[in-house]
């Protein structure tokens, strides 16, 4: 059974030095009392959070420089595909400029004293740009690229990019909206827990306890890593078998309840004049298997004929791949790829936000998904935080566009669980979970979590488990060893974050359930709205994990989920104390040597008995 709680504080040594004493000795000075519990633990979070914000000011800083240099790329590609010979082609091609990148307020072809436009941005808008316009325009006429500062209008983040063609005799001018910024502003201080998360309301913070209803204050956003949340007016109840019509009568009747979803004989009951805390303790009488608060949880972003051996790397020409995704090369995918780029037939449910379903970068990605949320709508994404995901599985490769993702075939299931705040219910998830497992889902990635241990939850996850499925999870960014559910669950593979030195990063969550870390922090991928954002967090560590899962399913089909995962241990790089410690679990994932190992070389000979085993009892059968 594993540790619930690793010992929480510092350990300080203290030197002892031995003096032979005068015969007079001088007054003995004072010794200094040493600083109480509650300043140090104070200090800690002074440190963590100074942390946190200087990680999503350099995401917002990465984001910017990714909205820039996408943008130069779309206006090369532009220039380099159109020679319009009316005013008329050049205004519809420009138009369809606009429509097709929704960043783009205005545009304008320029070529001498000749300048065709299109876009009609909001005269406030087009008054601020004024001066960065014209500078733009300017640059065009001697042939320069020209990039203005950021400039506000109405709270929101714009600049003005001018890009000659390759004659240096025209070029574009764009006005362009940088709002993303602002989105991964606010997306960070939410995913980082810098500020509350999620807003009391319909939602109370309470005791990270299961089956308890104790309200604690969350204050800051370092009181979230010692919170859960639940729905104050719901419960969820597992009976031992289903009700039946008339015991289904009586309970809504005594409680003024209604039955708000439903699956075999587990329950999510809603009432209008009972809190949780009542309806636990009523439906104590019926002996359920479990009765629990209705917990939320919360954001935590073809196979290759080489020789197995190979050791040379694959350098994708994706735009920003060079410059801004560190990641994948400090995991050794390139080297990676050269003996496995993954499998059509292979899927990653990403359990989330939803995905943008047209986002250039993920085009014949995707496979038919759900909505739990709304299951009227499509699983499209409301928060950015799915798409993000889903991009560092998945986002094309050797395309010419944006980033590329650690697979090049892997197919991506959207399975919308939270909502358009970024929370979402056990219940949500837990059907996620199934649906995804049903649908026929081989890895589910879960950058969501709570700390709270819900029967439900995990009775989803070990079905999923006991269908062959990996199932890979964010550890959480509070900087707490407090065990994250589901990354703390046996069946899954619980995730932890590192920098680009290879140190835990100071927001990841640790302790003796981690199992695996993966790059976490400043991750550049897809965002919805077509363009591209950096992140940090557990969260965009997770899908590091999940992919490479995915990886080794297409290397070695044969393998179950049990010896996936093995392998991800076992060949991951050793960071930290020797062996597996609380910060990095058995270390950074490797992905040329979880691919060696999984297939094709004689590392993965290791895994022959098991696999003929396997064959005989299927073949006994």
Same mark, same amino acid.
């Not at 986002?359 to 709508?377: C, M, Y």
């Not at 993000?388 to 090049?408: D, L």
């Not at 044969?558 to 093995?566: G, P, S």
């Given at each position: 059974m594993r540790r619930r709680y690793a010992l929480l504080g510092l350990l300080f040594t203290a030197a002892v030095a031995l003096f032979v004493v005068p015969l007079f000795a001088p007054p003995a000075a004072r010794t200094p009392s040493p600083p109480s519990t509650s300043s140090l633990k104070q200090a800690a979070a002074s440190k963590e959070l100074t942390y946190k914000h200087s990680s999503i000011k350099r995401d917002m800083q990465e984001t910017e420089r990714l909205s820039r240099k996408q943008s130069v790329r779309d206006a090369v590609q532009y220039l380099d595909g159109k020679s319009d010979a009316t005013v008329a082609a050049r205004t519809g091609s420009l138009e369809r400029l606009l429509r097709t990148h929704p960043e783009m307020q205005a545009v304008a072809w320029v070529k001498g004293s000749q300048t065709v436009a299109a876009g009609s941005p909001a005269q406030g808008l087009?008054?601020?740009?004024?001066?960065?316009?014209?500078?733009?325009?300017?640059?065009?006429?001697?042939?320069?690229?020209?990039?203005?500062?950021?400039?506000?209008?109405?709270?929101?983040?714009?600049?003005?990019?001018?890009?000659?063609?390759?004659?240096?005799?025209?070029?574009?001018?764009?006005?362009?909206?940088?709002?993303?910024?602002?989105?991964?502003?606010?997306?960070?201080?939410?995913?980082?827990?810098?500020?509350?998360?999620?807003?009391?309301?319909?939602?109370?913070?309470?005791?990270?306890?299961?089956?308890?209803? %104790? +309200? #604690?204050? $969350?204050?800051?956003?370092?009181?979230?890593?010692?919170?859960? /949340?639940?729905?104050?007016?719901?419960?969820? @109840?597992?009976?031992?078998?289903?009700?039946?019509?008339?015991?289904?009568?009586?309970?809504?009747?005594?409680?003024?309840?209604?039955?708000?979803?439903?699956?075999?004989?587990t329950y999510v009951f809603r009432s209008k004049k009972h809190s949780a805390e009542q309806l636990m303790k009523y439906f104590q009488k019926y002996d359920p298997v479990y009765v629990e608060p209705h917990y939320l949880y919360l954001t935590n972003e073809l196979p290759?004929?080489?020789?197995?051996?190979?050791?040379?790397?694959?350098?994708?020409?994706?735009?920003?791949?060079?410059?801004?995704?560190?990641?994948?090369?400090?995991?050794?995918?390139?080297?990676?790829?050269?003996?496995?780029?993954?499998? %059509? +037939? #292979?899927? $990653?449910?990403?359990?989330?936000?939803?995905?943008?379903?047209? /986002?250039?970068?993920?085009?014949?990605?995707? @496979?038919?998904?759900?909505?739990?949320?709304?299951?009227?709508?499509?699983?499209?994404?409301?928060?950015?935080?799915?798409?993000?995901?889903?991009?560092?599985?998945?986002?094309?490769?050797?395309?010419?566009?944006?980033?590329?993702?650690?697979?090049?075939?892997?197919?991506?299931m959207p399975v919308k669980v939270l909502d358009s705040t970024g929370a979402g219910s056990t219940y949500s998830v837990a059907e996620g979970v199934v649906w995804a497992v049903d649908h026929g889902a081989n890895v589910i990635n879960l950058s969501l979590g709570n700390y709270a241990d819900a029967e439900f939850m995990h009775d989803a996850l070990k079905y999923a488990y006991d269908h062959g499925v990996v199932l890979v999870a964010a550890s959480g960014n509070d900087n707490t060893d407090r065990p994250g559910y589901p990354a703390a669950y046996p069946e899954v593979l619980g995730v932890a974050a590192t920098d680009p030195n290879e140190a835990r990063a100071e927001y990841s969550n640790y302790g003796d359930y981690i199992d695996i870390a993966a790059p976490g922090t400043s991750i550049a991928s897809t965002y919805p709205g077509s363009r591209y954002a950096s992140l940090s967090g557990t969260s965009m560590a997770c899908?590091?994990?999940?992919?490479?899962?995915?990886?080794?399913?297409?290397?070695?089909?044969?393998?179950?989920?049990?010896?996936?995962?093995?392998?991800?241990?076992?060949?991951?790089?050793?960071?930290?104390?020797?062996?597996?410690?609380?910060?990095?679990?058995?270390g950074q994932i490797d992905v040329k040597a979880a691919l060696q190992a999984a297939g094709g070389t004689s590392s993965s000979l290791q895994l022959y008995p098991r696999q003929v085993k396997r064959d005989l009892e299927r073949i006994m059968k």
């Open positions: 087009r008054k601020a740009a004024e001066p960065y316009w014209k500078h733009g325009e300017n640059a065009i006429r001697s042939g320069r690229a020209y990039t203005s500062s950021l400039f506000a209008y109405e709270g929101k983040s714009h600049f003005v990019l001018a890009q000659p063609a390759s004659d240096g005799k025209s070029g574009l001018v764009m006005l362009l909206s940088a709002s993303v910024v602002q989105e991964v502003e606010r997306h960070q201080r939410r995913n980082l827990r810098v500020v509350p998360y999620p807003a009391e309301g319909r939602y109370r913070i309470e005791s990270v306890l299961p089956n308890t209803t %104790k +309200d #604690i204050t $969350v204050k800051t956003g370092e009181d979230n890593g010692n919170a859960s /949340h639940y729905s104050v007016d719901e419960v969820v @109840v597992k009976f031992k078998k289903p009700l039946d019509n008339r015991q289904l009568l009586q309970i809504r009747k005594e409680l003024h309840l209604t039955v708000v979803r439903h699956l075999k004989q290759d004929e080489r020789a197995a051996n190979d050791s040379s790397t694959i350098v994708p020409n994706d735009t920003l791949y060079s410059e801004y995704q560190w990641n994948l090369p400090e995991i050794a995918t390139e080297q990676g790829w050269n003996v496995s780029k993954g499998s %059509k +037939d #292979i899927v $990653v449910a990403v359990v989330d936000t939803g995905v943008q379903s047209d /986002h250039p970068d993920l085009k014949g990605r995707l @496979v038919a998904g759900t909505n739990i949320v709304d299951p009227s709508s499509p699983p499209d994404d409301d928060v950015g935080h799915g798409t993000h995901v889903a991009g560092i599985i998945a986002a094309e490769v050797n395309n010419g566009e944006g980033v590329a993702g650690m697979t090049w075939f892997t197919k991506i899908p590091h994990v999940s992919a490479l899962a995915s990886l080794v399913r297409a290397a070695n089909p044969k393998m179950t989920n049990a010896e996936v995962m093995d392998v991800l241990r076992r060949t991951a790089k050793d960071l930290g104390s020797a062996g597996k410690d609380a910060s990095f679990g058995y």
